[in-house]
């Protein structure tokens, strides 16, 4: 789609920033009533079945916790559990969330100043000698980084000749002094 070597756009990390904040706030500044937004966005990026059904689970139980302290009176302890219920789905989604999403976009994009895994040099007669037999495996997400070009090899410098060019310009150049000299001893001319 992006064509060979072109990457896929990319969020910059003011965007990425941006979403965390705002799912996160979502669920909490709700009271608990929107905790399925962050819950919904998990499954999303994790496309898992566990992250799905817990989503859809939210849903039902805010608005019906929700529903439980408009019904009953102030002084009822069905209500204030409600409510804590309300409160605990708000925070706990968007704690979950904010757990999620900091390791997914670790797992996506790491450091690039941390040091990565050991892998020691092999020497070139090993490079040459032996073929790679399977393919380089895809990172996650559909995302190729470009390949690293490889060093050409280098030709060896042959001797350069001695220019035939210069040898005629000095043969010249002393036919032409001779010349001159030859013009001065002559005093006739």
């Known amino acids: 789609m992006y064509g060979h070597g072109a990457a896929p756009p990319s969020r910059g990390e003011g ?8 799912f996160a706030v979502c669920g909490f500044v709700s009271c608990g009533l929107l905790s ?20 859809a689970l939210s849903i039902p139980l805010a608005v019906t916790a929700f529903a439980v302290v408009g019904a009953l ?25 904010l757990v999620f999403d900091l390791r997914h976009h670790q797992r996506r994009w790491p450091d690039p100043s941390t040091p990565g895994p050991y892998v020691p040099p092999v020497p070139p007669s090993a490079q040459q000698t032996v073929p790679q037999q399977t393919p380089p495996p895809h990172p996650a997400y559909g995302y190729q980084p470009p390949a690293a070009p490889q060093p050409a090899p280098t030709p060896v410098p042959k001797p350069k000749p001695k220019p035939h060019r210069i040898d005629q310009v000095r043969a010249e150049l002393d036919e032409l002094s001779d010349y001159l000299r030859k013009d001065r001893k002559e005093p006739g001319r």
């Open 36 to 55: 399925f937004l962050p819950l919904f966005r998990i499954a999303f990026l994790s496309r898992r079945r566990f992250d799905w059904t817990l989503g």
């Open 15 to 22: 965007t990425v920033i941006a979403l965390r904040v705002l």
């Open 73 to 97: 009176p102030t002084s009822d302890p069905r209500g204030d559990v409600a409510l804590l219920i309300l409160l605990c789905l708000g925070i706990a989604s968007s704690v979950y969330f």
